[in-house]
T-cell receptor
Framework: GAVVSQHPSRVICKSGTSVKIECRSL??????MFWYRQFPKQSLMLMAT?????????EQGVEKDKFLINHASLTLSTLTVTSAHPEDSSFYIC??????????FGAGTRLSVL | QKEVEQNSGPLSVPEGAIASLNCTYS??????FFWYRQYSGKSPELIMS????GDKEDGRFTAQLNKASQYVSLLIRDSQPSDSATYLC??????????FGTGTSLTVIP
């Protein structure tokens, strides 16, 4: 299957700082990438759909000014959590859509905000 | 009504048995269906994709799709303890939206 790389895998930061997470499709071009958040023992929650060359589409209740998404190329999307607070601590997962409408997931980023 | 519904479980089966996971969806125009496996603390990994009615087999896994009943299932034969995970059903709707179920937790007992 296709490979999606996500970095960093884990980040610990102080409250008020910003954190950038990168998602790369390594062996295919992805016009669409997705960003999810998952709290412990809960299901995936779609935050936004990222389309190359255009603005991301955010799900209801997700603050676009807090979670900045940039999809500058067909292989890279970034999520920046701005002014992170402890309640933003979660497991963030990206995915990229490949041929056949299949989503391939990155390994995830565990964010801990102190 | 949720777009994709799964029984959250937990589902427990003995080692070597068949595990049956079920999923229903609401968008009748959906064309693509997927099963993902997610181990605790890890991201989902694709197990199967299915696009047409009937069965699709891959090793110990069989996906079954019935578009008339809006039902997709996953059978795991000869279940192993390493199959213990949460299984997510995903559907690509007619509007190209992607919907995930909440997942079914499977435990295979040695």
């Amino acid at each position: 299957g296709a490979v999606v790389s996500q970095h960093p895998s884990r980040v610990i930061c102080k409250s008020g700082t910003s954190v950038k997470i990168e998602c790369r499709s390594l062996d295919f071009q992805a016009t669409t990438m997705f960003w999810y958040r998952q709290f412990p023992k809960q299901s995936l929650m779609l935050m936004a759909t990222s389309n190359e060359g255009s603005k991301a589409t955010y799900e209801q209740g997700v603050e676009k000014d807090k979670f900045l998404i940039n999809h500058a190329s067909l292989t890279l999307s970034t999520l920046t959590v701005t002014s992170a607070h402890p309640e933003d601590s979660s497991f963030y997962i990206c995915s990229a859509k490949a041929t056949g409408n299949i989503q391939y997931f990155g390994a995830g980023t565990r964010l801990s905000v102190l | 009504q949720k777009e994709v519904e799964q029984n959250s479980g937990p589902l427990s089966v003995p080692e070597g048995a068949i595990a049956s996971l079920n999923c229903t969806y609401s968008d009748r125009g959906s064309q693509s269906f997927f099963w993902y496996r997610q181990y605790s603390g890890k991201s989902p990994e694709l197990i199967m994709s299915i696009y047409s009615n009937g069965d699709k087999e891959d090793g110990r896994f069989t996906a079954q799709l019935n578009k008339a009943s809006q039902y997709v299932s996953l059978l795991i034969r000869d279940s192993q303890p390493s199959d213990s995970a949460t299984y997510l059903c995903a559907v690509n709707g007619a509007g190209n939206q992607f919907y995930f179920g909440t997942g079914t937790s499977l435990t295979v007992i040695p």
